[in-house]
């Protein structure tokens, strides 16, 4: 039977990561993308001890990479003493096999590696559903291609699973295992959907944006609450959802789970029940790092990934965070090209120190008043008291 496993502590997990430069792609991007796979690695309790990235016009079919690269990667494992290697893509079932034949040491794709950190991090009996969901049906197709690979595993980073003949006996445990989470998520859905129902007067406000941003970090400034914010990829999982009044605007701020480029499709899938507070949200607070030097591909990313779970608003608030860290003409590059795009409210922040909040607060005040003035249909919105008590005393910010 498959079963998830942990770190096993015994043993230090040391990693070899490959990636390939394929048509269309700079060499400088894909070491960017290595560097984000290291962070990952790291994320997930492995170290990263060596990185290769092969220029191809597309992974080869077979083995990911050519036969000379799978020479070089097999004598660095030994150098560098590791004991995993960790691809930068999907893998088939066969690319696995072969590679696991080839390298004899434990071999994980991205997705499996992104699984694994949201095994690990789910808390609530939502996420854990949601992880779970997703990680069969990861493991589904694989199945026949993985036992030799699965076998290999005595624990650490990934799952382990039995031998070949148990693997009919796997699949079958696995599809009834899938169908009873969905009716578990359905179920847990329908109970979050009352709750929602119970807020509904408020107007929601939701913190969106690749992971590390600094999303949680600002949930914690704007509402005093205690929401873990720490430098690892995926430190929030959960929905969190808060009530906060600015200027005397009450409304509910929630803080999402991070984005990331090529986020594994069974978890975008299974993720979307958490993610309805911010499908029905009024207003998107899209946190951008402004110091990340790929902050313009996690932008893209975010948006597609945002279609895609069919988030939209007709209010988008872009906030570059972590702007202590950035240098004079990088903050003018940002304030010049990115702000004045598309007319979208935007503004420069830095959370940590508090910079430039007041701002932030202004704008958002703003956008939240045009919301509860649309929903009273013009008329005096009594969420709206407070703020024309706060604004005729001339005490804008709370
Ligand atoms: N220098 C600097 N660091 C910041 C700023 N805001 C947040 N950070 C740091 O960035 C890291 C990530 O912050 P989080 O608030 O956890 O980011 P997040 O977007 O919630 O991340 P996930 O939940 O993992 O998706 C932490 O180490 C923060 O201390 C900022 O304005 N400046
Ligand atoms: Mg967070």
């Known amino acids: 039977m498959i079963e998830r496993t942990k770190i096993s502590g015994n043993e230090e997990e040391r990693a070899i990561l490959i990636g390939v ?3 269309g792609m700079t060499f400088e991007q894909s070491k960017e993308y290595l560097d984000e796979l290291a ?22 079919n077979s083995t990911y990479i050519g036969s000379g690269k799978i020479e070089e990667v097999k004598q660095a494992l030994e150098e560098a003493n590791a004991n995993m290697v960790i691809v930068d893509d999907d893998l088939s079932p066969s690319q696995i096999r072969n590679l696991d034949k080839e390298l004899e040491v ?19 009996a939502q996420a854990r559903t949601q992880v779970d969901l997703a990680q069969y049906q990861y493991l589904l197709p694989r199945l026949t291609g993985m036992w030799t690979h699965l076998s290999r595993q005595k624990g650490g980073i990934g799952l382990k699973g039995a031998g070949e003949k148990e693997i009919e006996t796997d699949r079958r445990i696995i599809r009834e295992r899938i169908s009873h989470l969905r009716k578990q998520l359905v179920k847990i859905d329908r109970q979050e959907e009352t709750r929602r129902k119970n807020r509904s007067n408020f107007a929601r406000v939701a913190l969106v944006g690749y992971t590390n941003v600094g999303k949680s970090t600002i949930m914690n400034v704007i509402t005093k609450a205690n929401v873990l914010a720490e430098n690892k990829l995926f430190a ?13 605007i009450p409304f509910l701020l929630s803080d999402t789970v991070g984005f990331i480029r090529k986020l594994p499709h069974h978890l975008i899938e299974s993720f979307k ?9 009024d207003i998107l607070i899209h946190v951008v790092d402004s110091s990340h030097p790929n902050f313009e591909d996690q932008i893209r990313n975010v948006n597609e990934t945002l279609k895609e779970l069919e988030i939209t608003s007709q ?48 704008i958002l005040t703003d956008l939240l008043v045009e919301v509860y003035q649309e929903k009273s249909h013009g008329s005096p919105h009594p969420f709206l008291q407070q703020y024309q008590y706060y604004q005729m005393t001339d005490d804008a910010t709370e």
């Open 39 to 60: 962070f990952l690695t790291e994320t997930a309790g492995a170290k990263a001890v060596r990185s290769f990235i092969q220029k191809l016009d597309k992974p080869i």
């Open 21 to 23: 430069c394929s048509r």
């Open 315 to 362: 209010r988008v608030l872009t906030v570059f965070n972590k702007i202590d860290l950035l240098d004079e003409d990088s903050r003018a590059h940002v304030e010049n090209s990115w702000m004045t795009k598309d007319h979208q409210p935007a503004v420069c922040i830095s959370a940590r120190n508090k910079e430039n909040l007041d701002d932030f607060r202004q």
């Open 236 to 248: 929030t999982l959960d929905t969190t959802v808060r009530k906060v009044s600015l200027s005397g």
């Open 273 to 281: 029940s958490t993610l309805a507070e911010t499908q029905e949200s």
């Open 106 to 124: 434990k071999v994980l794709d991205r997705s499996s590696l992104i699984l694994h950190i949201f095994s690990e991090r789910a808390q609530t």
